[in-house]
């Protein structure tokens, strides 16, 4: 089968949207295409007339810092977001996340927008983005009747808009973008403060599609011994990627020792709606290991917190 | 819609017209004809099409072409350039260095990797001369991609830790599972590229058995191909005229074809030919033994497994066959589904084959088993199950046939067992054998599921019709549906001990799935019965096992061949009788092993080379010296506290430096220490060669060319194992010469004598004594040559360092040639070797001329909490008679504990009601460089006599006793005893979570 007919390079958003408006349709963007090609492939997306390559295009491709936030482009690499010092200094747990995403062939070609367009409620790279409060910057196109496009950009009007990244999913593998309209330009982060640290981990099984079983990720700020502010995420802990607030009021203005922390694994035991996977995991294990993965991670940021200075990674 | 992409591939610019659909990869290979880049997968999870672009590693199957636009691609062929190129400038500074550094001192210069790499000698990077000379290449397949990807690290990194080596390397993928000995390399190369020394060697010991040539070290014959990109596998040919073959395959697991309509597929532009089976020549099945498997089920036919074809296609382009294919029109009339063995056997089910469900029933009586049971203090029963397993070589299948203007027909394939292929081919084609000619190419691995036809059959019909070549390339999805696999079984032991550990009973029911079609199914569990009750000597043993037909895909020859899924029950059954009668697991093994004498299950007296108990003794002396405990403290449970836990794949010093301070944190509160290790124990045997009275016979060819160089050939494959090594050693020995004089062509049905097929651990055997006895037999040709020459006796006539000594005259091969042909002679023996005979499974006697032992110890680390468990070591010791080439050895014992461990841990071959789950790599999950445990290799060497210099099988007996002795060190840890494969961690978790809440 064609998968694709055409293959649009744009080096700009306008280039991009230019192409979104105009090119012939069935159209998708595509950035690395580790699951996009693979879909196409294997029948479980039918084949488009264009594919529109966002990984030259400039805007989405940068990781700086904008006035008080980290900006990092949707199309960047999960190894540069893992490598880069902006993004180790001030969103570690993101760092963590895609480091552990396959190997070097496939984490220099995937990327930080695929990871989070694909909605999937346990994605590693949107869990940690999720602790870290990111918000997604979208781009689009307001007027469905371009797309039919008389080739006219100038005509085309364009809007960006901030989305908490939680409300860029509706369910499983569904998310509010629309398809073929508009394009996740990238995500942006609060800098870290001092005593704000972050942490992502996850647990695997060795069988079967390299897929989480369960993840976690959690932000918090620690002020005179206490938790002063903090952000706890999990996956798959619902049919979208899951905020455990509920913990998060528990263990906002306390401490964190063996009670604090059991009430607020009570809380989010109370709140997660965890679910059985077919041949991955039954829900009750889920609900039974998510304890000590919870744990781990909680008891590394608020240590991180405590004591964040420069640390030295591997790379 | 005509952009162009322009691009610089290994130095060179290329300006290339875009086109819709390609891949980098595509571009790579069928463009550019780098065809160094292999494709594994397609589905960016084994890592072997590895390139670099702009300096970073890339799957270049999944990237696509137009992405390179304007980029720099580094592909496996450009490596060495790439070196010397770079380092040619590097060279020239050092030179003006050295030169300015010599006019002040006398100083001598220290020869650099730079300047060798100059002098045009070396024309491998160090990292590709590492991959040799540290037995890190065996079947290559997968070799670009990790020597592209430890290139890119350590042009990042030039002095990694192993770690960093591991987690840069965690998704290229090996099957031989050389991972040891791949980050050796790598860690050599870093080292030579750093220093400017040559790549240091491994450190392999020699064999205690050792000659001049054989029992030591050497690099492959095909080492050098295989790391610089020019090995060339089935899929890198290409013909004239080629077309591309697609086959129709049912997608159903059982029922009647009712409807197959292929006209619309006829009418698509490009379409060649479509087949059906009516356009069968002759002959309607093919199969190993049994001629059960259609090549084509027809209309009104019963459709067996989703694999089954129903027509070929053959076109001009790939794509168009395949969507042709889609055309294809077919209506089943759907039948009830037979999912599992024992299902296969109940009353009433429906009949797969017109004999009924039962392949054969086989069995092994020994002794007097109501007395056996009777005498015993201890009577214990327990039922196992093992799941259907892939073999997963990386390099799917693939066959070209090509018709010849005289009328014959060649078949580029990579084949087990090229002379069946060509039986088979021919008698469906109704041809003379003589017609065929199967030209075997480099195999990407075999390990058993090689050995059945797979398109050989379908490329020769279509290549017929259409006179013109046809390749049928398998995707990996294909390959996972369609090719047999490893048995899943079901087999309950029950046996019976005295007090004082010795066994006087064992009892056990195996039921086998053999899928749809016989395939060696027959014979595989054969093996899995006659070795169930362990490498113990049993006075009294009676076995039962049904090999069952089912609607599942075929099951065949896989490494273990049965044995792999006995050894679990086996010696699962072994460490709960050891738990029950009190006694150590190792010292239970030691009261009941074979040895010298004992009697087999089968009525065979071992007279020699039975070393189990020197492989019991070695590791278990090895268990207690890299763990520092007593043997009695082995098999209990440690908790790993956080201090003191040495993590063998920690990535970050920083975690480690964290978990350290978290102590005082939620841990230190609670207190739980959940991480426990502990070890495991577990001894097996397999036999070497077909045996059961089959006739084993293997033909070899030497032959002495007139510049010197001497050629030994036999059809046997060469799939990675090293067979070619052996072959050359062997030889070498012979005729006294280095082993560079000796080439090695093998799996040609023209230019190569029968080897017979590649399986049951026997080629090292069978085809090293026909090579050995043909070279002696040229030798003596020479001897008699020159003794009648030179007019001496022919003990006068001595072959020495590659110069032959007659009465005063030294002869250099070259010259030996010239006079054999002088006197009329052509300097070239043909022997074929049969293998001291052996009698069928009922009739006692010895049913196997040889058996390798093996035993295996293995320490996890189960997590209490998740039930997730590490294999951190594992202690292999193996019986193989003779180490004819420890490097080639090392690199089967390594990968044969990976495949085991894949085995136990990871793998699992998913259906579900007769259709495949697993039918992706990313369903099937093969162990990766990560999960590689540190692995001891320590070799016993009892020779047998029969065997060439005394050596046995070697490719199996290294993969059996791993499964058990992980679920063993599993049980000893946490007290859960797995009895159903693969290690399930969520049932771990449960039954301690369920244990604890009681």
Request: glycine share 8%; net charge negative.
């Amino acid at each position: 089968m064609t998968l694709w007919q055409q293959y649009i390079k744009p080096k700009t958003l306008a280039e991009a949207m230019d192409a979104f408006a105009t090119a012939p349709r069935p159209l998708l963007p595509i950035a690395g295409g580790t699951d996009l090609l693979l879909d196409l492939e294997q029948g479980r997306h039918s084949p488009v007339q264009t594919l529109v390559d966002v990984t030259a295009v400039a805007e989405m491709t940068l990781i700086e810092i904008r006035d008080d936030q980290l900006f990092i482009g949707a199309a960047v690499s999960v190894n540069r977001v893992a490598l880069d010092p902006l993004t180790v200094r001030h969103a570690e747990a993101l760092t963590e996340a895609c480091d552990l995403i396959a190997g070097p062939q496939v984490r220099n070609v995937a990327t930080l927008g695929g990871n989070v367009a694909h909605a999937l409620p346990a994605a590693d790279g949107t869990i940690a983005l999720l602790a870290l409060d990111s918000y997604a910057e979208i781009v689009g196109i307001d007027d469905p009747m371009a797309i039919l496009g008389n080739g006219d950009s100038a005509k085309l009007h364009r809007f960006h808009r901030l989305l908490p990244l939680k409300d860029l999913f509706l369910g499983p593998g569904k998310s509010s973008i629309k398809h073929g309209e508009e394009l996740i330009v990238g995500f942006q982060i609060s800098l870290s403060k001092p005593h704000q640290a972050s942490c992502f981990k996850r647990i695997m099984r060795p069988q079967g599609v390299a897929l989480p079983i369960l993840n976690c990720s959690v932000w918090l700020e620690r002020e005179n011994g206490l938790i002063k502010d903090i952000r706890i995420a999990v996956g798959p802990g619902g049919g979208t990627p899951f905020r455990a607030t509920q913990a998060e009021d528990v263990l906002r203005g306390r401490s964190l020792t063996k009670s604090t922390f059991e009430s607020a694994l009570d809380a989010l035991l109370a709140q997660a709606q965890f679910r059985t996977s077919a041949r991955r995991a039954g829900a009750d294990y889920r609900r039974h290991i998510v304890s000590g993965l919870f744990r781990d991670v909680i008891e590394s940021a608020w240590m991180r917190a405590e004591g964040k200075t420069t640390e030295t990674r591997r790379h | 819609m005509t952009n162009q992409i322009s691009l610089t591939v290994n130095g060179i610019q290329h300006t290339l017209e875009a086109r819709a659909n390609e891949t980098l990869s595509d571009l790579l290979r069928y463009r550019l004809r780098l065809t160094g880049t292999k494709i594994g997968c397609d589905e960016a999870e084994c890592g072997a099409c590895t390139v670099l672009v702009d300096g970073e590693p890339v799957v270049s199957c999944i990237y696509p072409a137009e992405r390179a636009e304007g980029k720099t691609v580094v592909t496996i062929e450009g490596l060495g350039n790439e070196f010397t190129a770079k380092h040619a400038k590097n060279a020239k500074e050092l030179e003006k260095k050295e030169e300015r550094r010599k006019n002040l001192s006398d100083t001598s210069i220290k020869l650099s990797a730079s300047l060798r790499a100059l002098s045009g000698l070396n024309a491998l990077h160090p990292l590709q001369e590492a991959f040799v000379e540290h037995g890190a290449v065996q079947c290559g397949f997968c070799i670009p991609g990790q020597i592209m990807t430890a290139y890119a690290l350590l042009e990042r990194n030039p002095n990694p830790t192993r770690d960093e080596v591991r987690f840069a390397l965690k998704d290229t993928l090996c099957r031989c599972a050389g991972y040891p000995t791949i980050e050796n390399a790598i860690l050599a190369a870093a080292e030579s590229l750093r220093t400017g020394e040559p790549v240091r060697k491994p450190n392999i010991p020699d064999s205690i058995h050792v000659h001049q040539s054989v029992g030591h070290t050497h690099r492959r014959p095909d080492g050098i191909e295989k790391v610089n990109g020019q090995a060339i596998y089935t899929d890198d040919l290409v013909f004239d005229n080629m077309l591309f073959a697609k086959v129709k395959r049912a997608m159903i697991p059982h029922g009647f074809l009712k409807r197959l309509d292929v006209s619309k597929a006829k009418e698509l532009k490009g379409v060649v030919a479509i087949l059906t089976a009516e356009d069968i020549p002759a002959e309607r099945n093919h199969g190993l033994i049994v001629y059960d498997w259609p090549v084509m089920v027809g209309v009104g036919e019963r459709v067996r497994y989703v694999g089954d074809a129903i027509a070929l296609v053959a076109a001009e382009t790939l794509e168009i066959a395949n969507q042709a294919s889609a055309l294809i029109e077919a209506e089943f009339d759907l039948q009830p589904v037979i999912t599992n063995p024992v299902m296969a056997r109940e009353d009433g089910v429906p009949q797969i084959h017109e004999k009924g469900n039962l392949l054969k029933h086989i069995k092994v009586r020994k002794g007097d088993m109501e007395k056996g049971f009777a005498e015993s203090d201890v009577i214990l029963e327990h039922t196992f199950h093992t799941p259907t397993y892939d073999h997963a070589f990386i390099e799917p299948e693939c066959s070209i046939g090509v018709p010849l203007p005289d009328g014959r027909m060649e078949i580029y394939c990579g084949s087990q067992i090229p002379y069946q292929d060509r039986t088979q081919v021919a008698r469906v084609m109704g041809w003379d054998e003589s017609r065929v000619r199967v030209v075997g190419q480099l195999m990407g691995g075999g390990f058993g599921g090689k050995e059945d036809v797979m398109g050989q059959i379908h490329v020769a019909m279509l290549a017929d019709v259409t006179k013109r070549p046809v390749k049928l390339l398998f995707d990996r999805h294909e390959s996972l549906l369609v090719h047999p696999k490893r048995h899943a079984t079901q087999i309950r032991i029950k046996i019976g001990a005295k007090k004082d550990g010795r066994i006087m009973a064992s009892e056990s029911e195996l039921y086998g799935d053999t899928g749809a079609y016989a395939s060696l199914g027959e014979k595989v569990m054969t093996r899995a019965t006659t070795h169930s009750a362990g490498p113990y000597d049993v006075p009294n043993v009676r076995a039962d096992c049904y090999a069952m037909y089912t609607n599942n895909p075929p099951a065949g020859a896989f490494r273990g061949f049965g044995v792999t899924q006995s050894a679990f029950a086996v010696e699962s059954m072994m460490d709960m009788l050891a738990e029950k009668l009190n006694i150590e697991p190792v010292e239970l093994r030691r009261i009941n092993a074979l040895h010298v004498g004992s009697i087999t299950n089968t009525g065979q007296e071992l007279r020699e080379s039975v070393g189990l108990m020197e492989c019991i003794d070695k590791v278990s002396s090895a268990m207690c010296q890299v763990s520092g405990l007593s043997e009695k403290d082995l098999f209990k449970p440690r908790v790993v506290s956080d201090v003191d836990e040495v993590d063998l794949t920690a990535k970050h010093a920083k975690r480690k430096e964290e978990r350290r301070k978290n102590l005082s944190g939620l841990r230190g509160l609670s207190g739980s220490n959940y991480l426990v290790r502990a070890w495991g124990f577990a001894a097996a045997y397999k036999n070497t060669g077909l045996g059961g009275g089959a006739p084993d016979i293997s033909n070899a060819e030497v032959e002495l060319y007139d510049n010197g160089m001497f050629e030994v050939r036999s059809s046997s494959a060469e799939m990675g194992q090293g067979l070619v090594t052996v072959m050359r050693l062997t030889v070498a020995e012979e005729m006294s010469v280095p082993p560079e004089q000796v080439n090695v062509l093998v799996m040609d049905t023209d230019l190569t004598p029968n080897g017979g097929p590649t399986t049951a651990s026997r080629q090292t055997f069978v085809t090293g004594n026909a090579s050995r006895y043909a070279a002696k037999t040229l030798r003596d040709a020479i001897t008699a040559t020159l003794a009648e020459k030179y007019d001496v006796k022919p003990e006068q006539i001595r072959f020495e360092n590659g110069i032959v000594h007659a009465n005063g005259h030294s002869m250099t091969y070259a010259e030996v040639a010239k006079e054999m042909k002088a006197m009329g002679q052509h300097p070239r023996a043909l022997y074929e070797y049969e293998a001291p005979k052996t009698q069928p499974l009922g009739t006692g006697g010895d049913m196997h001329f040889a058996f390798s032992f093996g035993v295996q110890a293995a320490e996890v680390e189960v997590n209490k909490l998740t039930g997730e468990v590490r294999v951190l070591r594992v202690i292999s010791a193996n019986d193989v008679g003779m180490a004819v080439n420890p490097l080639g050895l090392q690199g089967q014992v390594e990968g044969g504990v990976m495949m085991g461990l894949g085995n136990a841990i990871t793998e699992e071959f998913l259906m579900d009601n007769g259709y495949v789950v697993s039918d992706r790599l990313a369903r099937y999950r093969i162990p990766g460089i990560m999960l590689t445990p540190e692995i001891t290799s320590i070799i016993v060497e009892h020779p047998t006599a029969a065997g060439p210099y005394g050596a046995k099988g070697v490719g199996e007996i290294c993969s059996i006793p791993t499964t058990p002795a992980i679920t063993n060190a599993i049980y000893n840890a946490v007290g859960v005893r797995v009895d159903k494969l693969p290690v399930d961690q969520e049932s771990i978790a449960r039954e301690i979570w369920e244990r604890e809440e009681k």
